[in-house]
């Protein structure tokens, strides 16, 4: 009888905890700026904010925190996934940083041996 509640009980808590669960994706960065010129035509970004370029599949994002500190350098493998307006990266650490996304692109996808 002990063990038919302790899998009710289980099984309740189990669901909603399911439910929560993120969907991370394999990002990349792809560079970081300041400001004003690495998020043209973007309001609301300081000229010493950084701005980061996140690719997740065939989509780049533009993306900051509105920090002056740089977290994330080109060429990292990030686990993300976005929410919203925003896309949340998992820290290597532990943890996770909310950036808020500036804008949005689809990375052109260019057939092997084609010239730009």
Do not use: W
């Not at 560079?31 to 000229?47: L, P």
């Not at 307006?85 to 998992?90: K, S, Y």
Request: hydrophobic share 40%.
């Amino acid at each position: 009888m002990k063990t038919l509640a302790m899998i009710c009980f289980c099984a309740c808590f189990a669901v909603p905890a399911a439910a929560g669960q993120r969907n991370y994706q394999l990002g990349t960065i792809l560079s970081f700026d300041t400001g004003q010129q690495a998020a043209k035509n973007v309001k609301h970004v300081a000229k010493d904010e950084i701005v980061y370029q996140v690719q997740i599949q065939s989509v780049v994002y533009k993306v900051t925190n509105h920090s002056k500190k740089e977290e994330f350098s080109a060429g990292d493998q990030v686990m993300c996934f976005v929410e919203k307006n925003h896309l949340v990266i998992q820290k290597a650490k532990g943890g996770e940083v909310k950036l808020d996304i500036l804008a949005e692109s689809a990375q052109v996808q260019r057939a092997p041996g084609a010239t730009p």
